[in-house]
């Protein structure tokens, strides 16, 4: 009897209302979907990022804070929970700092002048003098 | 949303409790239903899910849901879960939701069989609820894919957008020749290319990222009309986290 219904519905297939709806409660906007895949297709060799920004309609701009927002994720993720705000917020700009030297700084003739600023707020948030 | 594993052993008194919540527990009536449980598919804490779901869909219906557990002492050993209203077979107002527990070449998997909920019922949560219940139970297990027949009414693109790979290259082929006779040369030959370049890479590929597919404008389409056969693979970190991520954020 049970079976018998179950053969009753014929071809078993998960209805596309209920994709939908997963899709419609996400937090995550149609855009931040397709950032993702030109991050994927580039990765994976598919395309360079200046053909996959044109072939998905996504502007540099929306790719640019889509990543940045990705990697600041990931940044938060990999220092867990279980330090305070403080110390998060000095190891967040210590790793910005140290991501600039190592992507940006060479071509950079002001490049002291940033990392300088770095260490200053970094200093001030550890001793205290900026709240947090 | 982060989802723990945790530990259990189904007890005679949760088959009693199951039953007390109105399921049938069908396929084995010899009072071993937990021991079978716990042999072929540990750490299942079938009272919590089945009390859950309850949970969910007895705000929504008034009328009674036949509620069964399947279990079926085959080779491979399956569990089929299922909840159908009296009018199940009727598309606008009939609910459906069949499950299915078993085993492939030593991997535990979940089919995803068939979800429909009653047009009045729908984008009221009620999809996103079942599926994180269902997906706590799948940690627990370390349930390695969940598989999904994408087809019908849009199931192809809807699908692909959730993040489901399709593991059968027959018929992703029969999409891309499709796209051959409905795109223009140009767009045709993006769509290749990513076809090309996974199946390069992979040739015996079974998770083909048919979600690159679906965020071409001019695929839609065409995936709309498709036909193929998806999972997720729970122990691929890629894959798995964007499904959480991008699907139960």
């Not at chain 2, 937990?34 to 899910?49: E, G, M, T």
């Not at chain 2, 690159?212 to 691929?236: C, Q, Y």
Request: glycine share 4%; with cysteine; aromatic share 12%.
């Amino acid at each position: 009897m049970f079976l018998d219904k179950l053969r009753n519905l014929g071809n078993l297939s998960e209805s596309a209302h209920i994709g939908e709806e997963l899709l419609e409660d996400s937090a995550v906007s149609a855009l931040e979907r397709k950032c993702l895949v030109v991050k994927q297709v580039v990765q994976d060799g598919d395309f360079p990022l200046e053909k996959a920004l044109s072939l998905y309609q996504v502007s540099l701009k929306d790719f640019e804070q889509f990543m940045a927002k990705h990697l600041a994720s990931e940044l938060k993720l990999s220092l867990s929970t279980d330090i305070s705000n403080k110390i998060l917020m000095v190891v967040t700009i210590d790793v910005v700092a140290e991501m600039y030297k190592h992507l940006v700084s060479t071509i950079d003739k002001d490049s002291g002048k940033i990392i300088e600023h770095f260490n200053t707020l970094s200093k001030s948030v550890n001793e205290g003098r900026i709240a947090v | 949303m982060q989802v723990n594993s945790y530990s259990h052993i189904v007890t005679s008194e949760e088959i009693n409790k199951i039953l007390l919540l109105g399921y049938q527990i069908l396929g084995i009536d010899d009072d071993s239903e937990h021991d079978f449980i716990n042999r072929h598919f540990p750490n299942f804490d079938l009272f919590k899910l089945l009390e859950d779901i309850n949970t969910i869909l007895t705000p929504f219906w008034s009328t009674s849901i036949e509620k069964t557990v399947y279990l079926k002492d085959s080779q491979p050993p399956e569990i089929i879960i299922a909840f159908l209203t009296y009018d199940y077979s009727y598309e606008s107002t009939g609910l459906v939701l069949v499950r299915t527990f078993t085993w492939e070449q030593d991997h535990l998997i979940v089919k995803h069989d068939f979800f429909r909920i009653p047009v009045k019922f729908r984008r009221l949560g009620i999809a996103k609820n079942v599926f994180k219940v269902f997906l706590q139970q799948y940690v627990n297990m370390g349930v390695q894919k969940i598989k999904v027949l994408a087809s019908l009414a849009d199931g192809g693109y809807v699908w692909a957008l959730n993040y489901f790979t399709a593991t059968n290259k027959r018929e992703v082929e029969v999409i891309l020749e499709s796209a051959q006779t409905r795109l223009s040369p140009s767009e045709y030959g993006d769509v290749e290319q990513i076809f090309n370049n996974y199946y390069t890479n992979n040739p015996h590929g079974t998770a083909f990222p048919i979600q690159k597919w679906a965020e071409l404008p001019f695929m839609v389409d065409i995936l709309r009309g498709s036909s193929w056969n998806g999972a997720i693979d729970l122990n691929n970190s890629e894959q798995f986290s964007n499904f959480m991520s991008y699907v139960f954020r």
